[in-house]
């Protein structure tokens, strides 16, 4: 196999990484076996016919299996050429491996190889490498216009051949190797892509997935020993979102600007006949106050805020967080987000049950006309109430029926909507109580 110049060569301003997949079940016996191969596509003087222009030489030697790399500048100055002396794992053993060949961005002499996700070796040259276009021929020495037709063939196995015109990091080339191996996939993913694939993983049909527009671009996600579940709610937290199954069966995703300054869906109170009749209960507590908060992405930034007001007020209360997703920026919002939200006291309330014999408001919520996320206002409130009026987003709900009594309660789940109000330009000003969205 072999990719053309113009589309297959390897440049090194930014260095270089190449990267597959092979598997032997014995060394080469008598020649060389080549994984990767680039050919000058200028004229050099070069004393060994058979190598002419070679810019880039990776195999296996003979006998032994070993990793062989050799390197060659234009005009046929070989300048690099390494020959492991003490081959193992890799030479034979009928496994498939992943290796990767990368050139150093910084001094362009530096080569590493990776052996399964891990840096194998790292061998530098004593100058920089110049390099101009070449051909790359993938398991084997083939340049036409040079007279080549085929040397040094692989007689094994390849897959998933992969070149970077620049040099990717250690962390992406492991990402790369535990993909193949059944481990982190998916690197780069938003939110609903990622939801969309574990969807499909346990079967769920396509029109029963509902999903806000993705916000986040996430890191991989291990799907070793985790279940669907798990794995979309962990996917919709990264995001800032919320993944929940609606009254028709259907898998539902909201973004975390879902809930941004929406017009209520019901309002609940005396006027209308559908005030709470039993069970309401408001309180404040320290429970949900966090005045440290802090944040980080793995193998990535850390950013810590702190609101020292509370701190004195109420002691240091810490709340430590991860988000597997590739946005610095998006990181120091998510923090910045839950220290204006979280640093004070708010109420809370607790325990709020209708009953909907004589609502038909109620019966539309019964009925689950409207659903998680929606806004929900309760009016016409008295004593022990700390306002007349709030206004909430529903969390979650539960009926409960008596048909014999021909009663129905409903209890709602609820969370103060004045946490995702947000600032808009033209329309409020920052410091009535509205805040920047993330």
Not at 143 to 169: C, N, Q
Not at 219 to 243: H, K, M, P, R
Not at 311 to 322: D, L, M, S, Y
Not at 398 to 424: K, M
């Amino acid at each position: 196999m072999t990719v053309e110049s113009g589309k297959g060569y390897m440049t090194i301003e930014n260095g270089f990484t190449i990267e597959c997949w092979f598997w032997r079940d014995a060394p080469p016996v008598t020649n060389y076996a080549v994984l990767l191969y680039q050919r000058t596509q200028s004229q050099p003087v070069w004393t060994v016919s058979t190598e002419i222009g070679r810019q880039l030489w990776f195999g296996f030697a003979p006998t032994t299996g070993a990793f062989h790399l050799s390197m060659g500048n234009e005009g046929g100055t070989n300048v690099f050429n390494w020959l492991d002396g003490s081959p193992t794992g890799y030479q034979g053993d009928s496994q498939w491996h992943h290796v990767a060949l990368s050139l150093d961005k910084l001094d362009l002499k530096t080569m590493r190889i990776y052996l399964d996700g891990n840096i194998y070796t790292t061998q530098a040259a004593a100058a920089p490498f110049d390099w101009s276009a070449g051909a790359m021929s993938i398991g084997g020495s083939f340049l036409p216009k040079r007279g080549v037709v085929g040397s040094y063939a692989w007689d094994k196995r390849l897959a998933y051949l992969a070149m970077f015109d620049e040099e990717i990091t250690a962390n992406r080339v492991l990402e790369h190797y535990t993909a193949g191996h059944g481990g982190t996939v998916y690197y780069g993913d938003d939110e609903v892509e990622r939801l969309n694939r574990i969807f499909g993983w346990a079967g769920i049909p396509e029109n029963q997935i509902i999903t806000d527009a993705a916000v986040s671009t996430l890191q991989g996600i291990d799907v070793t020993g985790t279940n669907a579940l798990t794995g979309s709610q962990e996917t919709a937290e990264y995001a800032g979102g919320y993944v929940f199954a609606n009254g028709q069966a259907a898998m539902v995703y909201h973004n975390r600007r879902h809930r941004y300054n929406k017009v209520y869906s019901m309002l609940a109170g005396e006027a209308n006949h559908s005030a709470p009749e039993v069970g309401i209960t408001f309180s404040t507590n320290q429970a949900f106050i966090f005045n440290d908060i802090r944040g980080d992405r793995p193998f990535g930034s850390q950013v810590r805020l702190i609101n020292v007001a509370s701190i004195e007020a109420h002691g240091r209360k810490v709340n430590t967080f991860t988000l597997k997703i590739t946005d610095p920026e998006e990181l120091k919002n998510a923090v910045s987000w839950l220290l204006e939200r979280y640093g004070e006291d708010r109420v809370r309330v607790s325990n709020v049950t209708f009953s909907c014999a004589t609502s038909y408001t109620l019966l539309d919520l019964a009925y689950a006309r409207i659903e998680v996320g929606d806004l929900f206002v309760i009016d016409d409130m008295t004593d022990p109430a700390p306002t007349s009026r709030m206004e909430f987003y529903i969390e979650g709900m539960s009926v409960d029926v008596d048909f014999l009594g021909r009663q129905w309660d409903v209890s709602l789940e609820l969370s103060p909507a004045e946490l995702s109000r947000v600032f808009q330009i033209g329309v409020s000003k920052l410091g009535a109580g509205d805040f920047l969205p993330y």
